[in-house]
């Protein structure tokens, strides 16, 4: 029974994972390993990993901080409408990116409130990063909340309560007793959201502007590569930011499995 | 202590807000558009032969994917939660990965390898099923994107999972099948649902590599996120977002729904109806 | 704990990671500097980024001693209208139709006739036209030929393409033309025949498609990847692949759609940024000689006089050329084909219910 399970499961990755991902691996190496730097060292290419970088470095910070806000909110407290606001965190899985960008053009065009109001001031949202910043917060908001939710609730709140008891004050209890617990949810939930800022593409097409050397991520940039023709391109940005997502996500592995070896020795 | 609610207010105000700015009120802005003409012309927009056929086949490919991941996801979680083997790091770190890929670059690597001319799809062409363009195209780009949510949803439940109610079963002389069955699975039950539930949610959103991977023919193998960005580019907004939000509404309804089977045991009342003064039951670690 | 992560150092290193990467998206500005948007359809992208805003950067330098930064966003030309309504504030719109242009004139960002520039505001020309695998296995020579059973056609979605649309119209004006020739011109002032013929040839060919890209060069790289025997497509998307080597054969059909795409200067952008010089020398310099022929170069047929003559080898002259024109304009066509009651828009729903 067991090697025909464990089969079954290396089949199904095979088939819907490896498959691919080995195919573009190949691809991206086809024409030579010179062909494939050459291309991710174009000025447009290191722009597009840069604007990348900015853009995940800011949603990472922001969409942390709020999401153990929200997660603390929805697993430590009762109120009404909560279910309602349970419900809400995962829509933006459901939206198309076509949607979301459209959304925002919607909320800041400039025959809007916010629009004209902003434009008067002289911000500048939509086609610039500020808009750009806010579809990747949009579509990477659930991966953080939803990994300390059922944490927080699976913890329980023994140890919070002993702490107060003893005299810490809110900041305290979540600084040493709750926080220390949600270390790996809170690195995982990062983790994703990072991984997935990375990999942001249709809102981000939208509401960017898409222009060249200014408004284009690594993802536009590999679009753009595509409807040049220029394959070549396109496969090796594109295997690059496998390549650092994939990296991301086995050092966690790693390192989790080096903590649980810690924890039993 | 005073201090405490202030702090829990404040926390529950920053929140919300939050989640009103950046969640809600984009999606009102989306709601009024739809709307603009009043609601009989909203349930035109959606009843249109164009935008019922794309809803019909969007839900239908949706529940198909959701299906596959249920099973499949859950062979794969228990086996990389139960099992040691070579390998088993490279596989776990996999499962993320869809997370990460850019939609259009799934589609392409799909539309490569099980398209007429790829490796896989060449073949099975000369067999007769045609993936690409077709039903199957969409279902493939769906079980992409959606991988990671049954795995990784079914994990941690598995891990906590004590093995005693387990081992008293085949103890007692029933089959792994039945133990299975009869006890593992109640046990996981919340982790499963949340892993269905997000992998129909996500499906229904799917644009990018559907795109890429489907003929886009309307009314036969066109999805609602296609409908729409089509009715967008024809200048018909209305319809754009009418069938978003009844899109939307669906997943909505499906989120909610699933918080209500999840809850943790021992709150299934609101709120406001629980006696005051008993402390809620948290589950043991 | 062992091996507690300190909060606060990491908030420190994040910090300083955030401003370092900011800092170089912190503009430098050079005090002679001025800035053109552009925003363009995907196509043209090559003609202009490697020929003409440098050849125009030079041009502008010599004459003013000004250095000129062009910001352009190639995208399908539907989209880049969208956006330019939107808000993305292109100080010059080089799109695929006339009509995207319209748009924007509907909402009062062009304020002036831009029709009335010289070649009526159109840079370059094309023709739709098919492309096929080498040796034009399936003998493809006429409109006709795509509505042959077994024949695997490509277009794009007009809902979502500029280019599908000039596709499906060319359709629909050779399916008039050729009634008219069938039935000799006694009998065309027919029009409801005629009408019902072209549906006819819309609908059998509509029958032979499988898929759908969004924009004219995905479908290109649909085409590129083996899907489909013959694609509809302006003849400058195929004359490009075809030069650098690709093995397609390139057939003009004799009733085809001239496809003319124009440039207009975004008057309410141009005095917002203080550019309009510099927007109206550029949108000049297109119809220039050395812009015409980098056009040339990538298969657009040039507007200008002397490149035409230049390339006329290049070009073959189609015997029943059409245009928009002569259909009714873009307001009728749009209207008569693809709108809520239009033909395109029937033939969809009827070749789903026959199943």
């Known amino acids: 029974m067991k090697p025909f399970l464990i089969g079954t499961v290396w089949l199904y990755f095979a088939a819907l994972l490896i498959g691919p991902i080995a195919y573009l691996s190949v691809q991206s190496f086809g024409e030579g390993v010179s062909a494939f730097w050459a291309e991710i060292t174009t000025p447009e290419a290191v722009h597009g990993f840069v604007l990348t970088a900015e853009i995940t470095a800011i949603v990472l910070t922001v969409n942390v901080v709020f999401g153990t806000i929200t997660a603390l909110v929805l697993a430590r407290q009762r109120f009404v409408g909560q279910t309602v606001l349970s419900g809400i965190i995962d829509l933006p899985f459901a939206v198309s990116p076509v949607i979301a960008g459209f959304m925002l053009i919607l909320l800041f065009g400039p025959e809007t409130i916010l629009g004209t109001m902003l434009g008067a001031a002289g911000i500048k949202v939509l086609f610039a990063l500020p808009a750009m910043v806010l579809a990747t917060l949009f579509v990477t908001f659930p991966f953080v909340v939803r990994e300390l939710t059922p944490l927080l609730q699976t913890i329980g709140t023994e140890g919070e309560e002993a702490a107060r008891t003893l005299g810490a004050n809110e900041w305290q209890v979540f600084l040493k007793v709750t926080l220390p617990s949600l270390r790996w949810g809170l690195i995982y939930g990062a983790t994703l959201t990072a991984a997935r800022a990375i990999g942001e593409f249709g809102a981000v097409l939208v509401v960017s502007g898409n222009i060249l050397m200014l408004t284009q991520t690594a993802t536009l940039h590999i679009y753009q590569s595509y409807v040049d023709f220029n394959y070549t391109a396109a496969n090796a940005v594109a295997f690059t930011l496998l390549a650092v997502s994939f990296g991301i996500l086995a050092l966690l592995e790693i390192a989790k499995a080096r903590a649980a070896a810690v924890l039993q020795a | ?285 | 704990m062992k091996g507690r992560i300190s909060l606060s150092r990491i908030a420190g290193r994040v910090s300083v990671g955030l401003l370092l990467l900011l800092l170089p998206a912190v503009p430098i500005s050079a005090e002679d500097a001025r800035e053109l948007i552009l925003a363009a359809y995907s196509v043209p992208k090559e003609a202009y980024e490697r020929k003409i805003i440098p050849a125009f950067q030079r041009y502008w330098k010599q004459r003013t001693g000004q250095t000129v930064r062009v910001r352009s966003s190639y995208g399908a030309s539907g989209a880049q209208a969208r956006a330019i309504l939107g808000g993305f504030e292109a100080d010059v719109a080089a799109l695929s139709l006339e009509s995207d242009l319209d748009q924007i004139a509907k909402a009062g960002a062009i304020s002036h006739d831009w029709r009335k520039g010289p070649h009526g505001g159109v840079i370059t020309t094309s023709v739709v036209a098919f492309g096929t695998r080498k040796g034009n296995p399936k003998g493809i020579a006429t409109w006709e030929d795509l509505a042959r059973p077994g024949v695997e056609v490509l277009y794009p979605n007009p809902k979502t393409s500029g280019g599908a649309m000039w596709d499906i119209v060319a359709i629909y004006g050779a399916g008039l033309k050729l009634w008219a020739q069938q039935v000799g011109p006694g009998r065309s002032a027919d029009g409801a025949a005629a009408e019902a013929y072209a549906a006819g040839l819309l609908k059998r060919i509509q029958r032979n498609v499988k898929v759908m890209d969004k924009s004219g060069r995905e479908s290109v790289t649909t085409f590129e990847r083996g899907i489909g025997d013959v694609i509809v497509t302006y003849e400058n998307e195929l004359l490009p692949r075809v030069w650098s080597g690709r093995p397609y054969e390139i057939i003009v059909p004799s009733e085809t759609l001239l496809i003319e795409n124009p440039v207009a200067v975004v008057d309410r952008h141009v005095d917002r940024h203080k550019v309009r010089d510099v927007a109206e020398a550029f949108v000049a310099f297109l119809h220039s000689d050395e812009a015409q022929a980098a056009f040339a170069e990538l298969g657009f047929r040039p507007v200008n006089q002397a490149a035409t003559v230049r390339a006329r080898g290049a070009f073959p002259r189609p015997a029943n050329l059409f245009t928009i024109a002569d259909l009714g304009g873009w307001d009728a066509v749009r209207a008569r084909l693809f709108g809520p009651q239009g033909l395109w828009t029937k033939t969809v729903e009827e070749l789903a219910r026959d199943g």
Request: charged share 15%; glycine share 8%.
């Open chain 2, 1 to 285: 202590m005073r201090s405490r609610r202030v702090i829990q207010l404040a926390l529950r105000s920053a929140a919300v807000g939050y989640v009103v700015c950046l969640i809600l009120l984009p999606l009102s802005a989306l709601g009024r558009e739809a709307l603009v003409a009043g609601p009989g012309r909203f349930v035109e927009d959606v009843t249109q032969p164009q935008a019922l056929a794309a809803l019909t086949l969007t839900l239908e490919t949706a529940l198909i994917t959701t299906v596959i991941h249920a099973v499949l996801g859950t062979i794969s979680a228990v086996v990389l939660v139960r099992y040691e083997f070579p390998g088993k790091w490279f596989l776990n770190a996999l499962v993320d990965l869809p997370f990460a890929i850019p939609t259009l670059v799934a589609g392409l690597m799909i539309a490569a390898i099980y398209g007429p001319t790829g490796v896989l799809g060449a073949w099975l062409q000369d067999r007769g099923l045609a993936i690409l363009y077709e039903k199957p195209g969409i279902v493939l780009a769906m079980l992409f994107v959606t991988m990671p949510f049954t795995i990784r949803a079914l994990q941690p439940v598995l891990i906590e999972l004590e093995r005693e109610p387990e081992e008293a079963a085949f103890t007692l002389g029933a089959s792994p099948w039945t133990t299975f069955w009869t006890v593992t699975v109640p046990s996981v039950l919340p982790g499963l649902l949340t892993g269905v539930f997000l992998t129909f949610v996500r499906a229904l959103g799917e644009f990018g590599a559907i795109v890429i991977v489907a003929g886009n023919i309307p009314m036969k193998t066109q999805v609602a996120s296609v409908y729409v960005y089509g009715e967008i580019e024809s200048y018909n907004p209305r319809g754009a977002t009418s069938v978003s939000i009844a899109i939307l509404a669906v997943s909505f309804l499906a989120l909610v729904l699933l918080e209500r089977l999840t809850r943790p045991p021992g709150e299934r009342m609101p709120a406001l109806l629980r006696p005051r003064g008993r402390a809620p039951m948290t589950v043991a670690s």
